[in-house]
């Protein structure tokens, strides 16, 4: 199987999508002749052409609402949001009506769009590109929210999403865009939304996490095994929203011990639902107090070198708990 | 467009047949005969709430009558009650919503009444908050100019929506996304025309204070779209510029503003209480110059409506409006299951 980058396989997914279905379009800033600013669209605007890869106005409401009215309209969009940063501007469009568009019409009208974000710190954005903006939208029923951490599940849940009659919200962990690399079959395949992925076996605790988070954790388990031979489940949550609750409560319910990690600000962050599951629904097997490991609460990641690695959790931090967590 | 008069645009309307112009003084009889039995519903405490769309029947029903009914998209506001029956919402279907009973169509009771949507007419659902349906309107252009350039519809087919109205207030235009609609609908020359229905009162606050123009229209021109204002009161002339404006998306020569100029005849909604800013010889005044009355005496002048007609029209209107109350009334709750209904579409 060839080996591709995060990115080459989001660019394999919308390509194939593509070629598959005249309905689907992608507009957003800059992703027509430039490709995208992280390149995720190279190419596709000399093979698709202008009337289907669509450099939109400077305005992140009008790219949503644009794809909205023209999933309404039988088309399929993607949108792409040059960073998740800059997202609020929609956030309206996304949560007052792609979210309730479905509900409020009374099961009719449905809103099949995708909306690209790249998210994360740890690339030197600074505080405006770099933020984790995913838990402002999985308390948002109607919405689905995806991240995925590997270019195999990448590929295969963004052509899930693309086909989906709902809102998804697909975030990018884009310090991962070329780091983190796998292996992707040719060909067509997909990746079911709503199912998380079991990362890494093992019976001592369990890590919850996703996007950069999950492949660090990935990493993080791999050196506790090896220096310290602690055995850790990685769960790999992959679509926010809908929740997995099953694949989460199963690993907890074998290891007694759950520690998650996610890069946004810890409180009131995604992983306080799910400790919130394990604590209502995990209760009996509970062997150690649930622990969250976040980024600190301060407004957003800072630029300057030292203070964004003080941000953000790291492979040696995610280490560090998971060591804490076994030795209760 | 601006420069166009209304005289010189009236071939349009001059063509319109006896039965069409009596049928488009019907649509506008049935909205405020609907309309002021929503009032005494909720001054009898049967309904909770209403907002009235007295005073812009001309305006809609010049517009719904100048596109393909049912066919072209329509995105419409909370006032457009006349616009929505003259499409094709029906008396019985409003007052399901304003008593909020199963079998209410636009949203299964969920939405607060006069939030239209009619998938199979083709009519947007709306939410509340201002001018969120623009750019969605330009979505739905945008979709009808990409079908026909990548081959998805032959352009022939009657079936398709060729354009997409959007309406709003002129308080509304103050929002971004009454801008970045505009915008898109400028940049790719949609088929697309947004009517500012401007009775000059966001609730309470005046025009002067939403904008330093003394017209919508003129914001057109920053949008590269035509804009024009027209006398909303007078419903042929709202026909013709709208048919002109029909023309255009039609032919693909881009998008148009339309301000039709009218007055809120009501209060904001039913709890609103403008006498605490609108001066009672203004409402008295626009009042006596109801379109619905200057519709009236324009079709009796020509012969075409008479005294006899229009006790008949009254009737008529009056036994749609009863029955559609008595089946409301009459309607059962929604199930509490539906609650859980309609969250995410499977397939």
């Known amino acids: ?328 | 467009m601006t420069a166009l008069t209304n005289t010189q645009l009236s071939h349009f309307s001059a063509q319109l047949s006896a039965e069409t112009l009596l049928e488009m003084y019907w649509y506008m009889l049935l909205a405020r005969r609907t309309d002021e039995r929503a009032w005494l519903l909720h001054r009898q405490g049967k309904i909770a709430f209403h907002i009235s769309g007295m005073g812009h029947e001309a305006t809609q029903v010049g517009a719904a009558f100048a596109i393909q009914r049912g066919v072209d998209y329509v995105a419409p506001y909370y006032r457009d009650l006349a616009l929505c029956l003259a499409i094709g919402i029906t008396p019985r279907d409003f007052m399901l919503s304003l008593f909020g009973k199963a079998g209410e169509i636009t949203s299964k009771a969920r939405q607060m009444p006069s939030h239209w949507s009619h998938k199979p007419l083709h009519i947007l659902s709306t939410s509340s908050p201002v001018a969120t349906q623009v750019p969605q309107a330009a979505g739905l252009a945008f979709a009808i100019k990409y079908k026909r350039e990548n081959g998805l519809i032959d352009p022939n087919d009657a079936s398709q929506p060729r354009l997409a109205l959007t309406c709003l207030g002129e308080g509304s235009t103050s929002q971004g996304e009454w801008h970045e609609g505009m915008n898109w609908a400028g940049v790719h020359k949609l088929p697309f025309i947004c009517i500012v229905q401007n009775n000059n009162y966001a609730i309470s606050v005046p025009i002067e204070q939403q904008m330093a123009v003394s017209h919508v229209a003129e914001r057109a021109s920053a949008y590269g779209v035509l804009g024009v204002t027209v006398d909303g009161t007078d419903v042929l002339a709202v026909y013709d510029v709208m048919r002109a404006a029909v023309e255009r998306a039609y032919n693909g020569e881009g998008a148009t503003l339309i301000e039709a100029k009218c007055y809120r005849l009501t209060p904001h909604s039913s709890d609103d209480d403008d006498r605490t800013y609108r001066p009672r010889e203004e409402v008295e005044e626009a009042k006596r110059a109801d379109p619905i009355l200057r519709f009236e005496r324009h079709l009796l002048e020509r012969g075409i409506l008479t005294e006899a007609l229009k006790q008949e029209y009254e009737q008529r209107v009056r036994q749609s409006v009863d029955e559609a109350q008595r089946y409301a009334e009459n309607a059962p709750y929604p199930e509490e299951s539906s609650l859980y209904e309609d969250v995410y579409m499977t397939t």
């Open chain 1, 1 to 328: 199987m060839p080996e591709m980058t995060l990115i080459d396989a989001i660019r394999e997914a919308m390509d194939e999508e593509l070629a598959r279905d005249p309905r689907v379009f992608i507009t957003g800033e800059d992703v027509g002749k430039r490709g995208g600013v992280f390149r995720a669209t190279m190419g596709l605007y000399q093979k698709y052409g202008e009337k289907r890869i669509v450099d939109s106005p400077l305005a992140e409401l009008s790219i949503v609402a644009i794809g909205i009215g023209a999933a309404c309209a039988g088309l399929v969009p993607i949108c792409e949001i040059q960073f998740a940063d800059f997202i609020h501007p929609a956030f309206n469009q996304i949560v007052n009506e792609a979210a309730k568009m479905y509900y409020r019409s009374g099961g009719t009208w449905n809103v099949p769009l995708t909306i690209r974000a790249p998210y994360g710190g740890g690339i030197g954005g600074g505080l405006y590109h770099s933020q984790s903006v995913e838990a402002f939208f999985t308390h948002v029923p109607g919405l689905k929210v995806v991240i995925p951490s590997t270019p195999y599940d990448a590929k295969g849940l963004l052509k899930s999403a693309v086909r989906d009659p709902n809102p998804v919200l697909f975030f990018e962990p884009k310090k991962g865009y070329r780091s983190i690399k796998g292996e992707v079959p040719e060909g067509e395949y997909t990746v079911p939304l709503g199912k998380a992925r079991l990362a890494r076996q093992g019976s001592d605790l369990s890590v919850y996490a996703y996007g950069m988070m999950a492949h660090y954790a990935v990493q993080a388990a791999e050196q506790v095994a090896r220096e310290d031979g602690i055995q850790c489940d990685v769960v790999d949550l992959r679509t926010l929203l809908p929740i997995d609750k099953e694949t989460i409560l199963a690993s907890f319910k074998k290891t007694g011990k759950a520690l998650i990690v996610y890069e946004d600000n810890l409180t009131m962050g995604y992983g306080a639902e799910i400790a919130a599951i394990l604590s209502c629904d995990g209760f009996e097997y509970m062997d150690a107090p649930i622990m969250r490991l976040g980024g600190p609460d301060v407004p957003a990641v800072p630029f300057s070198h030292p203070l964004q690695e003080a941000f953000m959790p790291n492979p040696h931090k995610i280490a560090a708990a998971i060591r804490q967590l076994a030795a209760y």
